[in-house]
């Protein structure tokens, strides 16, 4: 059970040995001021006031220097939590941060729990769940199209839709329970209206659900695996895609013993490229291992390019190979078409196919409309979205348009307005549930997990 009445405190920024010169320590709670009076000395007459920097040495139990530092303090309700703040603005590194962790925690602060900062801001009123699942993705963004939709769900726009449609949900509530209560007071209920405000929240619904694996694909990126005979390009096609050297190349079969990865971004989604091991039939125990993660590395690819060697053509090998592939997530690449003056012919079947020169560094863009037109085929088509929900959104606005889609058969069925109400509370709850105004406590534990402590 989540205590506001206690003092949190964490490391707000990553740790790693010789890196970052800077290491934040955030205290939240009633006695954050106590506790930074308690071990910070500030020299001279410097004010303890709310939004104010102050310079000075923090200190352990026996006034030894622990490190030069800068204060911040930002007293409720102004704050982040709306509680007090204080942050310790600390030298990097991993040794002194912990030090100054320690010390609040030995004057009576408790180390928070992940996600704990941000959940006492939903708690107080500070910020809405979406608001909070944004910051998340923030944080974790991998791409500046991924960074700018979790920025407008921080903003509030995606919160804001929600409580507009729990708000007519909840003024329809209210007008059917006063028909319940008063019916014989009341003008006769208008069927027709109930129907188009139903009707017209139901749109809106499906236009949130709608953005769901757009931003499913913002958020995790999608796993391209390179996979084909050995020698036929994938190392070099790799290269020649991330712009880097990251595979070995070199015109002997079997170079490429382990999976090797780059990542980069193809119109705002981050896409992990995969170069794997070439399969063929070998009796090198090491090379056995390789194939073996290929395939590991296919079962988890979102999609896979079979590269073919222009130089041979489409053999028996890789029509093997491509019997044992899901075609559906197959995009075929004939690389290496600057040692040919006449493209090979390849069996009608198997499309789409690319034409690619590694070397040259040619059909990338081909390659990469391919890779959009596959991962887009049945999702979203915008490109321009304000926002888009996550998983656990969708779920809610699953339910919410089940129940009003059940409280329309319930209209139309003529069963009395009592039924009508059983459907459309569901939908408030569920909608509720989105930004937080009608969530359980272990939906909410499950929520924060995911955040790192600091945050």
């Not at 944080?139 to 769900?153: F, I, M, Y």
Request: net charge negative; glycine share 6%.
């Amino acid at each position: 059970m989540l205590n506001l009445g206690d003092t949190i405190a964490a490391i707000a920024t990553a740790v790693a040995p010789e890196q970052g010169s800077i290491a934040i320590v955030r205290l939240s709670g009633v006695d954050s001021v106590k506790i930074a009076q308690a071990i910070f000395h500030a020299p001279g007459k410097q004010t303890w006031e709310s939004h104010r920097i102050l310079y000075g040495y923090v200190k352990n139990s026996t006034g030894q220097i622990v490190d030069e530092a800068l204060l911040l303090l930002m007293l409720a309700p102004r704050s982040y939590t709306r509680e007090d703040v204080v942050e310790f603005h600390c030298h990097g590194g991993m040794i002194t941060v912990q030090k100054v962790l320690h010390l609040c925690i030995e004057q009576g602060a408790r180390l928070a729990r992940p996600g704990e900062f941000t959940l006492r801001a939903v708690l107080n009123g500070r910020l809405d769940l979406t608001q909070a699942e944004a910051i998340a993705d923030l944080v974790g963004a991998k791409s500046a199209a991924s960074a700018e939709n979790a920025l407008a769900g921080l903003q509030g726009k995606l919160g804001q839709q929600i409580r507009y449609l729990r708000s007519q949900c909840l003024d329809l509530l209210a007008e059917l329970e006063a028909r319940i209560d008063f019916d014989e007071d009341l003008p006769k209920l208008d069927i027709e209206w109930v129907q188009k405000q139903i009707s017209e929240v139901l749109i809106q619904v499906n236009q949130l659900l709608a953005t769901a694996e757009r931003g499913e694909l913002l958020r995790r990126g999608i796993k391209v695996a390179i996979v084909g005979r050995p020698n036929v390009g994938k190392s070099s096609l790799l290269n020649a895609w991330s712009q880097t050297d990251r595979a070995i190349v070199t015109d002997l079969p079997g170079t490429t013993r382990d999976v090797v990865d780059a990542y980069l971004v193809v119109q705002g989604i981050p896409v992990e490229i995969l170069d794997t091991a070439g399969i063929r039939a070998t009796d090198d125990p090491v090379e056995q291992i390789g194939i073996q993660r290929s395939r590991k590395a296919i079962q988890k690819a979102d999609v896979i390019l079979l590269v073919i060697n222009a130089l041979t053509g489409w053999t028996s090998e890789d029509a093997t190979l491509y019997q044992e592939l899901d075609d559906q997530r197959v995009i075929t690449v004939m690389n290496k078409i600057d040692l040919v003056t006449e493209l090979p012919r390849m069996p009608l079947a198997i499309k789409p196919i690319i034409y690619t020169s590694a070397v040259q560094k040619t059909g990338i863009d081909q390659l990469e409309t391919a890779l959009l037109a596959l991962v887009q085929a049945g999702t979203v088509q915008q490109t321009n979205l304000t926002y888009t929900i996550n998983q656990r959104q969708q779920t809610a606005l699953l339910t919410t348009q089940k129940a009003l889609e059940n409280m329309q058969m319930t209209i139309a069925q003529g069963l009395p307005i009592d039924f009508w109400t059983i459907d459309l509370r569901t939908a408030i709850q569920a909608l509720g549930s989105i930004t937080g105004e009608d969530i359980t406590e272990p939906v909410l534990d499950r929520i924060f997990s995911k955040f790192c402590i600091g945050k």
